[in-house]
Each structure stands twice: as structure tokens, then as C-alpha cells.
């Protein structure tokens, strides 16, 4: 899914939040055209470093990968606001909300922005669920809904896929 959102917006700019071991990044990559850009944020230094492994492995060129080593609340307000096609939102689902903010900053127009687990197994639909991260991804979901300048959908695939677009 990440490799068609990719693809289908045109990203050859894209903020990835939360790197994990590359593996979003790969597919990432593969959605973009070859002078595309990943720049990825994590502050696990063995998430960089299996990251760059998965990466290589992939036979994807050092130059078109950024991996900055910080905790994303400290990084993302120093980057460039509207210059990025593509912002995955993949990191602990209680910064989600600020994240999603961010993000959307970050946007150019036409611009996606996706947060992933953002069904979270389950329990953002129950009503009856009211624990801190499940009501931080309903936060992300009422500003993906009430913003008037957002296209958005909730795609159940994986853990859940919030998906909103900024129009142009």
C-alpha cells in the first residue's frame, strides 16, 4: 500500500517517522521515481543502523536515503514547511497527534500524509476503549476529518492506514 501511495501521488519527496528497520522505506522507495528522496527519523540508533542494512540490501543508493538520528518532536520543526509529497507517520502512537500536525506542515499542496496502525487493533471503533493511545489515534483521526483543507480516509489494512491528502 505504501508503494502505491507512493506512486500514485508522484512523491519524490517523502518524511518518514519512525524507521524501524527500513522496511516501510523500501516500499517507500519503490513507489518513488529514482531521483526521489527518503529522509527517515528515528531515535533507536540500531533502528539506523538495520535501516541503512535493509536498505543496502535492497540495492537502494546511499544518496537516495536521509536518516536523521532524533526524537521527531525535536527534528521535524527543522524541516522545510510545504516540501515534502509524502509524510508516513509510523512512530509511538501516542505522539501520533503531534506528529499528524507536523506533518501536515510539512505538506506541499496535493500532499499526503499517512498514519499507520491507526486502527489499533480494534480499539479506536470501541467506544468503550479509552486508554492513552487509542485515544491519541482518535485525536488524529478528528483532525484528519475536521480539516477543511484535508481529503481523508480510514483504509483497514494492516493495523489501519489514515490517509488524508491537502488539497491543492
Known amino acids: 500500500m505504501l508503494r502505491v501511495l507512493a506512486a500514485a501521488s ?4 517523502v518524511v518518514e517517522i519512525g524507521t524501524g ?8 522507495l519503490r513507489g518513488m521515481p529514482p531521483e526521489g528522496v ?5 531515535v533507536e540508533v540500531e533502528n539506523q543502523r ?11 543508493r546511499a544518496g537516495r536515503t536521509r536518516v536523521i538520528s532524533g526524537r521527531a518532536e525535536d527534528v521535524l ?14 512512530a509511538d502512537p501516542l505522539l501520533a ?9 510539512l505538506l506541499r499542496p496535493g500532499g499526503t500524509v499517512v498514519v499507520n496502525r491507526a486502527l489499533w487493533n480494534g480499539s479506536v471503533a470501541d467506544p468503550a476503549k479509552r486508554d492513552p493511545v487509542t ?26 492506514l489514515l490517509i488524508g491528502v491537502l488539497d491543492r
Open 10 to 13: 508522484g512523491a519524490r519527496s
Open 21 to 28: 528497520v527500513g522496511v516501510s522505506g523500501v516500499y517507500l
Open 38 to 42: 527518503l529522509t527517515t527519523i528515528d
Open 50 to 60: 538495520a535501516a541503512r542494512e535493509t536498505f543496502a540490501e535492497a540495492a537502494e
Open 77 to 90: 520543526p527543522r524541516l522545510t514547511d510545504h516540501a515534502y509529497d509524502l509524510v508516513l507517520v509510523d
Open 97 to 105: 497527534p503531534g506528529h499528524l500536525e507536523q506533518g501536515l506542515r
Open 135 to 160: 485515544t491519541a489515534l482518535r485525536e488524529s483521526l478528528r483532525r484528519i476529518r475536521d480539516e477543511d483543507s484535508v481529503t481523508g480516509a480510514l483504509i483497514p489494512v494492516g493495523g489501519g
